[in-house]
């Protein structure tokens, strides 16, 4: 399937906005001081909020929005910008360096984003209002 210009325009406006939703998050969490867990400093708490929120927006954008332009740029652009496996993935090797091996945060961390992700789509998907039927 091939698109055009405007669905790769709203993808790349989407992955600015969820680039700098993701930014601002990191930055808040850094601000609070959050970034620390069962007394380990430098837990990757922002990227498991990222990741769970991006999953609730596309569980919302997912059910809300018709396919087309704005559902690809809410859920390519945006989501895809804001959430991130592969950073979840370096983040579970700081873990391991963190706690010198496997230890509980490694497999917790891990675990929380993944059930906590399928959890909040689940739950956008559940929220949001399919929109109304056209006629065809």
């Known amino acids: 399937m091939s698109h055009g210009p405007r669905v790769w325009a709203a993808i790349a406006l989407g992955g600015v906005v969820g680039t700098l939703l993701r930014v601002a998050v990191f930055e ?13 400093a430098g837990m990757p708490t922002a990227t498991l909020v990222v990741n769970v929120a991006g999953a609730g927006l596309l569980g919302v954008a997912t059910r809300a929005l018709t396919a087309g332009t704005v ?22 090797v700081r873990i391991l360096d963190l706690e010198g091996g496997v230890g509980p945060w490694a497999v917790a961390h891990p675990l929380v984003a993944l059930v906590g992700g399928v ?15 056209t006629a065809s």
Not at 119 to 133: D, I, K, M, V, Y
């Open 28 to 40: 808040a969490i850094d601000g609070l001081g959050v970034a620390r867990i069962g007394g380990v």
């Open 119 to 133: 959890a909040a789509f689940l739950l956008g998907r559940s929220w949001a209002t399919p929109p109304p039927e």
């Open 71 to 92: 559902r690809f740029g809410v859920t390519v652009g945006v989501c895809g910008a804001l959430t991130s496996m592969s950073t979840l993935a370096v983040d579970v």
